[in-house]
């Protein structure tokens, strides 16, 4: 047996194991600290920080899939509607931290602050977008009845979604990973 394939071997198995902690240790953070509030459906999210952080350090793969896997979890336990969570919030989230994992590996601040932002303004274009043709056809989250969303209330879903999570991208995320990289051999 080559060396090599056994050493990728382990690397794919880390990555997995390294994308279902993160995964669960995201929804686990996104549940706990929601605190029941948002705005058309899409929930006050500080745990973006866990996705963003595990990105930088593993990678856009490793930091997307673990996005996309916890917020359906969290989709899952708070609205239960996995088809919306499939549609808006997985792609979105993948998308997002998958970029900033992409560009941020060699972590740069002023870098990781332009990348971050495009991807979070990504991100929350796609859920405005997604909410809004959602919520032509379906109730949203925590409604019961359909409630079309117009321009407007889409538009402001986009900036809801990037002014509640930006501050934890960009005040919490870079220590954090200077942290770990400090005391931790990330390769």
């Given at each position: 047996?080559?060396?090599?394939?056994?050493?990728?071997?382990?690397r794919?198995?880390?990555?997995?194991?390294i994308t279902?902690?993160?995964?669960?240790?995201?929804?686990?953070?996104?549940?706990?600290?929601?605190?029941?509030?948002?705005?058309?459906?899409?929930?006050?999210?500080?745990?973006?920080?866990?996705p963003?952080?595990?990105?930088?350090?593993?990678?856009?793969?490793?930091?997307?899939?673990?996005?996309?896997?916890?917020?359906?979890?969290?989709?899952?336990?708070?609205?239960?509607?996995?088809?919306?969570?499939?549609?808006?919030?997985?792609?979105?989230?993948?998308?997002?931290?998958?970029?900033?994992?992409?560009?941020?590996?060699?972590?740069?601040?002023?870098?990781?602050?332009?990348v971050?932002?495009?991807?979070l303004?990504?991100?929350?274009?796609?859920?405005?977008?997604?909410?809004?043709?959602?919520?032509?056809?379906?109730?949203?989250?925590?409604?019961?009845?359909?409630?079309?969303?117009?321009?407007?209330?889409?538009?402001?879903?986009?900036?809801?979604?990037?002014?509640?999570?930006?501050?934890?991208?960009?005040?919490?995320?870079?220590?954090?990973?200077?942290?770990?990289?400090?005391r931790?051999?990330?390769?």
């Amino acid at each position: 047996m080559n060396p090599l394939d056994s050493s990728q071997k382990a690397r794919r198995y880390q990555n997995l194991a390294i994308t279902a902690i993160s995964g669960a240790l995201y929804a686990a953070v996104g549940i706990t600290t929601y605190f029941g509030l948002n705005f058309y459906g899409v929930k006050f999210w500080p745990a973006v920080i866990v996705p963003a952080t595990i990105a930088i350090l593993f990678g856009g793969r490793v930091g997307g899939a673990s996005a996309a896997l916890g917020i359906f979890i969290a989709d899952i336990v708070s609205h239960g509607i996995a088809l919306l969570s499939l549609t808006v919030g997985v792609p979105s989230n993948y998308i997002a931290f998958y970029l900033i994992g992409r560009f941020c590996r060699q972590f740069n601040i002023k870098r990781y602050l332009l990348v971050s932002t495009i991807a979070l303004a990504i991100g929350s274009t796609i859920i405005g977008v997604g909410m809004y043709l959602w919520s032509q056809y379906f109730p949203l989250p925590f409604q019961s009845e359909l409630t079309p969303l117009t321009f407007i209330p889409a538009l402001s879903l986009i900036i809801w979604t990037f002014i509640s999570e930006a501050p934890f991208l960009y005040i919490i995320v870079p220590p954090l990973v200077k942290a770990i990289r400090t005391r931790v051999q990330v390769k």
